[in-house]
């Protein structure tokens, strides 16, 4: 079947859920939202229409026209927000045919209702997220602020192996089981290093398990009330949050609500007795030598959250681990909750939109800022509508389609030794398609809270997954500092850190200064100081303006003004030449400065005139009044 062309001038239409185009991102439930659409002047649309979904059966808005700029037609209509969860879409009325508009982009089929836009009524964001920064810490492997809270040799075993604590930085034997393996990181660390986070720009962590297991990650936890002694303890943790608040910093708690450690006394107690309460937290398939775990992993007993005594103690009772440690004197700004994709689902036993939405108003019932976001490397859309998690570490919508882009397709599974790849470089239309489909599927508000992330303890580090390139690891930060959402640094990515044989990903922070690269750390800082302070980047709205062989370019735009991101991913640079941008609305004599290089562009026959663009990224800022500037007085 031949691909139908659309229109060109549909390029024109666009619409998001940011202030230009919606008069209120956080409406209360009864109030009237204004919205707006932009369509190129050229454009043969003769009336657009706002395609509603009251209750079930469909309606429609006219929209009136509201003023021509030199760039674009501009329509408008009110909506009354009635619903909960509102969606709607534009059906444009043109002499060429009627077409529609969605999330997804323009269409000649009649889009599904899974594509519209949304607002949701009555929803209350954690409103730290605008100028947060993360900064994600595997403790073991960050400082070792106190060496008497080293485990001892041989204090754990695995397989029948002892544990053993190693030199900073040195690596382990080949041979040596990697949960054993401890450098002593610890809380004191992450105490006695915050001047330098700060100074990096970081006013959030992100720090990987703390409480009391047998492993460095922690990922088996044993008590679910206490942070590991070896971190530092209880008194640690009290330690540092009061740290963080001289500083006017925040943290989240990371938590595995799937599973537990096997030698969890909730778990040792079911193995015990096939009747003690905490039985049915569990699924034995044949007590107690078969349950089921993570993965088959034995160590990992899954967590059945049929047992409401279970869910009772994880999240609903008033000391229930989830609402303790949001309270003084702890005071976690949030969670970041393991393998959320996973919870609660376990064969016929399909709970976990349930189980996350019990979650959530636990959490906020304690916290209401909290942020509640979890871990998920698929499509996360079901469960980000306003009613489960506030964001998730954005894998599936910036991260893999980002790597596929600059590295080719690249993906296992577990269960399989292989990897599905292809030597072909991956389309930048799929990446184009990728990002809009992800950003399409979400209301604008939860899109503005995923966590963007490069990589993190589960993954190779950024720098190691472009092979050393240091033009493609800028392009990616750059990316990720401007694509809608909340960026979280991975420990170490800001000096060059990469990928060493024996630690993977998790490897010791390097503290010896003389290792670190000094340009591109600097090159963070001036990336950070720009997302914490323009607004543009933390809530104005996103646009993909051009596709090429291997080049990706996008606006991100508020009332104050627009910034430009060209990223090229070729060896070879783009030549000089127009990068189109009339169809974003940017008029002719738009002056344009990159934010790195202090470089001028004026736009011209509606283009951006670009000269050789060699391999990385650009980020081209248009001037704006000082009121788009957030600061501090």
């Known amino acids: 079947m031949n691909a139908f062309t659309l229109p060109h001038w549909l390029q024109t239409v666009h619409h998001d859920g940011s202030e230009v185009y919606v008069s209120q991102l956080y409406p209360r439930l009864g109030d009237t939202v204004r919205i707006r659409l932009r369509v190129g002047v050229e454009s043969p649309l003769k009336r657009p229409y706002l395609r509603i979904f009251p209750d079930g059966e469909q309606a429609f808005i006219a929209l009136e026209h509201s003023h021509t700029d030199t760039a674009a037609h501009w329509w408008q209509a009110d909506l009354t927000i009635n619903q909960p969860l509102v969606h709607y879409r534009f059906i444009l009325e043109a002499t060429d045919g009627v077409w529609f508009y969605t999330a997804a982009g323009p269409t000649a089929s009649l889009p599904l209702d899974s594509t519209d836009f949304r607002i949701l009524a009555d929803y209350d964001t954690p409103g730290w997220l605008e100028t947060a920064v993360f900064y994600q810490i595997f403790p073991d492997r960050f400082h070792n602020g106190d060496p008497t809270l080293d485990p001892s040799t041989a204090e754990f075993e695995f397989h029948g192996r002892r544990s053993q604590i190693y030199p900073w930085g040195q690596p382990p034997p080949d041979d040596h089981p990697f949960p054993i393996t401890f450098y002593g990181g610890d809380i004191p660390g992450v105490i006695q290093k915050l001047d330098y986070l700060q100074e990096l720009g970081i006013n959030t962590l992100y720090l990987n398990p703390i409480f009391t297991a047998y492993s460095n990650h922690k990922y088996d936890v044993a008590d679910y009330e206490h942070v590991d002694p070896h971190l530092g303890g209880n008194k640690s943790l009290i330690a540092l949050r009061q740290a963080l608040d001289e500083r006017d910093m925040r943290y989240l708690l990371d938590i595995v609500p799937n599973h537990c450690g096997y030698w969890h006394p909730w778990f040792q107690a079911a193995l015990a007795d096939p009747d003690a ?104 859309s079901p469960h980000l509508q306003g009613d489960q998690w506030d964001g998730v570490m954005n894998y599936s919508g910036l991260t893999l389609p980002l790597w596929h882009w600059l590295r080719g397709y690249d993906r296992g599974a577990h269960g399989i030794n292989w990897h599905i790849q292809s030597a072909h470089p991956w389309p930048t239309a799929a990446l184009a398609a990728t990002w809009q489909q992800h950003l399409a599927a979400i209301p604008w508000a939860i899109a503005l809270q995923q966590y963007n992330l490069l990589d993190s303890h589960d993954v190779p580090r950024i720098r190691s997954k472009v092979n050393g390139n240091d033009a493609l690891h ?58 914490k302070e323009s607004t543009i980047l933390q809530r104005g709205g996103f646009q993909i303006l051009a596709v090429e062989t291997d080049t990706v370019a996008y606006q991100r735009e508020n009332a104050a003004g627009r910034i430009l991101v060209v990223a090229h991913r070729g ?30 562009l004026i736009v011209t026959n509606g283009a951006l005139p670009l000269p050789d663009h060699p391999q990385g990224a650009t980020l081209w800022q248009s001037p704006r009044p000082q009121a788009n500037f957030r600061r501090k007085v």
């Open 474 to 531: 800028r392009l990616a930060v750059i990316v990720q500092f401007t694509f809608p959402g909340v960026p979280g640094l991975y420990y170490g990515d800001e000096i060059g850190m990469m990928d060493e044989e024996g630690f993977h990903s998790r490897g010791c922070m390097v503290w010896d200064e003389a290792r670190w690269d000094r340009d591109l750390l600097a090159f963070y800082k001036k990336l950070i100081a720009l997302r």
């Open 277 to 380: 309460p905490e039985t049915d937290f569990f699924t034995f398939t044949n007590h107690p030598d078969e349950y089921h775990s993570w993965l088959g992993v034995w160590t990992l007993p899954k967590l059945d959250y049929r047992s409401h005594e279970l869910r009772r103690r994880i999240y609903q009772n008033d000391d229930s681990v989830f609402r303790r440690w949001l309270r003084p004197p702890f005071a976690a700004d949030g969670w970041r909750v393991d393998v959320a994709n996973m919870l609660g689902r376990q064969g016929a036993t399909q709970i976990g939109s349930e189980i996350a939405g019990g979650i959530r108003r636990a959490v906020k019932e304690t916290r209401p800022d909290a942020y509640l976001m979890a871990e998920n490397f698929f499509d996360s």
């Open 571 to 600: 060896e070879r640079p783009r030549p000089a030449g127009p990068l189109p941008v009339a169809h974003g609305g940017i008029p002719d004599g738009a002056r344009f400065v990159e934010h790195f290089t202090g470089q001028k």
